[in-house]
T-cell receptor
Framework: NAGVTQTPKFQVLKTGQSMTLQCAQDMNHEYMSWYRQDPGMGLRLIHYSVGAGITDQGEVPNGYNVSRSTTEDFPLRLLSAAPSQTSVYFC??????????FGSGTRLTVV | SQKIEQNSEALNIQEGKTATLTCNYTNYSPAYLQWYRQDPGRGPVFLLLIRENEKEKRKERLKVTFDTTLKQSLFHITASQPADSATYLCAPARFGNEKLTFGTGTRLTIIP
């Protein structure tokens, strides 16, 4: 039982490049979310999903896309990276009645 | 809009004492509230969930209270240890609403 697995752990992108942050969970959790964490800003919700095929926007969705084709996977796509997207990204999942299980994070730097 | 405030960015407590962290929320009526612990360079770890009808919940040395009238939750760590040093986050929530918002956290340091 690996929990929530995020890849890669570190990434450097050039402005304008696109990439996908991977997130997979093996706990059969229906709810999954993506957060970014910046110093002094706390965790901010980017997108979330309440089940396969269902996604919705969070607090800061601009510049990001998500899809949820399976229960296990919830990738986050950066369409055209900008320096403002330099951050630590966390994926999390939960089932009803419990709190979220977070991944170990992806540290992204956009230069 | 919903606002969550956690007391002071940093809190220093002597080892063995009780640490009390505060989470206040406004413009919101959560049905439950979650507390998480985050260590530097790691993802948050879920600690406790308390529902609006529970008033108090305990787990080992941890105790959480939830006062919907005051719009406040208190998080207590009794007999604190240096290993309890971390940032603690609160997140009030409503059933059926997965747009979970976190407070910015309180960085707790337990001094030996």
């Amino acid at each position: 039982n690996a929990g929530v697995t995020q890849t890669p752990k570190f990434q450097v992108l050039k402005t304008g490049q696109s990439m996908t942050l991977q997130c997979a969970q093996d706990m059969n959790h229906e709810y999954m979310s993506w957060y970014r964490q910046d110093p002094g800003m706390g965790l901010r919700l980017i997108h979330y999903s309440v089940g396969a095929g269902i996604t919705d926007q969070g607090e800061v969705p601009n510049g990001y896309n998500v899809s949820r084709s399976t229960t296990e996977d919830f990738p986050l796509r950066l369409l055209s990276a900008a320096p403002s997207q330099t951050s630590v990204y966390f994926c999390a999942s939960r089932t009803g009645g419990d709190g979220y299980t977070f991944g170990s994070g992806t540290r992204l730097t956009v230069v | 809009s919903q606002k969550i405030e956690q007391n002071s960015e940093a809190l220093n407590i002597q080892e063995g004492k009780t640490a009390t962290l505060t989470c206040n929320y406004t413009n919101y009526s959560p049905a439950y509230l979650q507390w998480y612990r985050q260590d530097p360079g790691r993802g948050p770890v879920f600690l406790l969930l308390i529902r609006e009808n529970e008033k108090e919940k305990r787990k080992e040395r941890l105790k959480v209270t939830f006062d919907t009238t005051l719009k406040q939750s208190l998080f207590h760590i009794t007999a604190s240890q240096p290993a309890d040093s971390a940032t603690y986050l609160c997140a009030p929530a409503r059933f059926g609403n997965e747009k979970l918002t976190f407070g910015t956290g309180t960085r707790l340091t337990i001094i030996p």
